[in-house]
């Protein structure tokens, strides 16, 4: 048995040579690892821009329905299922850029108008309503106004509280 296992003194030999070439090619090490940080952080800043791009340019549609306006389960369900198609018709973007925004506000004489807001590039997806008896058109003014949320009597939360 004492052929089989290397003594101690070698192992510690073998240790210490690849420690010494470790330390001699250390530069190339840091070197790859600073080119990494910096490919990692320029691919980084392109993605931000990119998603700050197309969250630009996204496109609204308007749903207006009609009085009798009563949806059934499974056409909620199909309209549902293309509003989540939008992210896979929209390619590569950014996650934040290819989410589908959907807007409800109360209109004249109590009728609900829907904006549906996504990307450019699912604009096609977003005009296909899907419901019967709703009209689809395009929003008659842009609003450049910021939507608040606001939730009934619910205290605000604290920056970085929990909930």
């Keep these: 048995m004492t052929g089989i296992l290397p003594r101690t003194s070698e ?3 073998w240790l210490w040579v690849l420690v010494e070439a470790g330390l001699a090619s250390l530069w190339w090490v ?10 990692w952080v320029a691919a980084a800043v392109w993605w931000r821009r990119r998603a700050v791009r197309e969250l630009a340019g996204r496109t609204r549609v308007e749903l207006v329905p009609a009085a009798t306006f009563d949806p059934e389960l499974t056409e ?10 939008v992210r896979s018709a929209s390619g590569t973007l950014p996650r934040r850029a290819a989410a589908v925004r959907i807007r409800v ?18 604009a096609g997806v977003l005009r296909q309503s899907g419901y019967r008896r709703v009209e ?3 929003p008659r003014t842009r609003s450049e106004r910021r939507w ?3 939730f009934a009597d619910a205290a605000p939360l604290k ?4 909930w």
């Design 148 to 150: 608040r949320i606001r």
């Design 76 to 85: 909620v369900g199909r309209v549902a299922g293309r509003l989540a198609s």
């Design 159 to 162: 920056r970085g509280g929990s």
């Design 11 to 13: 192992v510690w030999h």
């Design 136 to 138: 689809v058109v395009a």
């Design 105 to 122: 506000a109360a209109g004249e004489e109590g009728r609900l108008h829907y904006w549906w807001e996504g990307p450019e590039r699912s």
């Design 30 to 39: 840091a070197l790859a690892a600073l080119t990494a940080v910096g490919v």
